[in-house]
């Protein structure tokens, strides 16, 4: 990352494409589900119960699907597993959020909103 500015403008990239979807987004826990909800994003899901449970109640009723997990080893482990699993019910999973993220210093979703207020601090 370059620049504060750029970060930040990453970070709001990051927010509208969740903000103007209307696919439902999962994430890892009740944190980053409230932090994203900071800023309006709805339609979000957090692992609450086993991993397989979680994407065959989620791919019920969707056939494509924002999946955010934290970008720590932990997180990109857990995203690899999640990826599979959705794509054996034959969900899609949508990057471009993700893509956006991957451009900040954030590496936990819970972190974004610390993260913005953080770079305009500085200002």
Known sequence: MTSDSSELEAL???I???KNTQLP???E???DKKALMKFGINNIHSLKKSLEQTVSELAENNK???LLTDLDEEGKELFAK???A???HGVKVNFDARKALLKTKVRQIEGVPSRIKNILNKR
Do not use: T, Y
Request: glycine share 4%; hydrophobic share 55%.
């Open 86 to 88: 959705f794509n054996r």
């Open 12 to 14: 709001r990239e990051f």
């Open 25 to 27: 987004i999962l994430v």
């Open 29 to 31: 826990g009740l944190k």
């Open 16 to 18: 509208e494409k969740l």
């Open 82 to 84: 999640l990826l599979m």
């Open 64 to 66: 494509e699907i924002v």
